[in-house]
């Protein structure tokens, strides 16, 4: 399984663009990479997934490089309630088997 | 999108008992569920994957004794963690895939059952 290294917390300001790099060298052919966002006492919300390029949703960007050793979580105008950890998951998630968590990123984002 | 819902959402429970949580698929069928353990501050670590109509396959250091999992049907799953103490209090989440055959699917997960044993 690709391996990933993300910034252990983030601090940002409401209406900044925050900008979250996941790192993961090893990606196999096959691996996509999905997001997702946890809140205290809550189960994992998924964000966004891509393979390549750039994808984009309502809530968020994913820009993922050539080469694909990277991705970069872009989240437009935070606001406080983006205060959460954001886990980079590199893999497939067949249904049969699933992905493995990294340590994520805690963002902050104060007033 | 597809919901998987948990319950409960909070425990409470001495040491020496058992507890069930429950993991439903409430618009699909799973046949394949996966349970996981996050304690305070850390990330999820996968506890077991739940197979409807066979035995579920453990994570190596997951006793399987202790934490039984039930995949009667295609919509529910039911994690025991059987003769609790505190150092079991955590925080256990569940998903599970509407995977249809598709290569890669997203994983929808419960709300999560916060365990506590005193």
């Known amino acids: 399984l690709a391996k990933t290294t993300q910034p252990i917390s983030m601090d940002s300001y409401e209406g900044q663009e925050v900008n979250i790099t996941c790192s993961h060298n090893?990606?196999?052919?096959?691996?996509?990479i999905t997001w997702y966002q946890q809140f205290p006492s809550q189960g994992p919300r998924f964000i966004i997934q891509g393979y390549k390029t750039k994808v984009t949703n309502e809530v968020a960007s994913l820009f993922i490089p050539a080469d694909r050793k990277s991705s970069t979580l872009s989240l437009p105008r935070v606001s406080l309630s983006d205060t959460a950890v954001y886990y980079c998951l590199v893999g497939v998630n067949s249904g049969y088997s699933t992905l493995t968590f990294g340590k994520g990123t805690m963002l902050l984002v104060s007033p | 999108g597809a919901v998987v819902s948990q319950h409960p959402s909070r425990v409470i429970c001495k040491s020496g008992t058992s507890v069930k949580i429950e993991c439903r698929s409430l618009d699909f069928q799973a046949t394949t569920m996966f349970w996981y353990r996050q304690f305070p501050k850390q990330s999820l670590m996968l506890m077991a994957t739940?197979?409807?109509?066979?035995?579920?396959?453990?994570e190596q250091g997951v006793e399987k004794d202790k934490f039984l999992i039930n995949h009667a049907s295609l919509t529910l799953s039911t994690l025991t963690v059987t003769s609790a103490h505190p150092e079991d209090s955590s925080f256990y989440i569940c998903?599970?895939?509407?995977?249809?055959?598709?290569?890669?699917?997203?994983?929808?997960f419960g709300q999560g059952t916060r365990l506590t044993v005193v």
């Open positions: 739940s197979n409807e109509g066979s035995k579920a396959t453990y």
């Open positions: 090893n990606i196999a052919t096959n691996d996509y």
């Open positions: 998903s599970a895939s509407n995977a249809g055959g598709q290569t890669n699917t997203e994983a929808f």
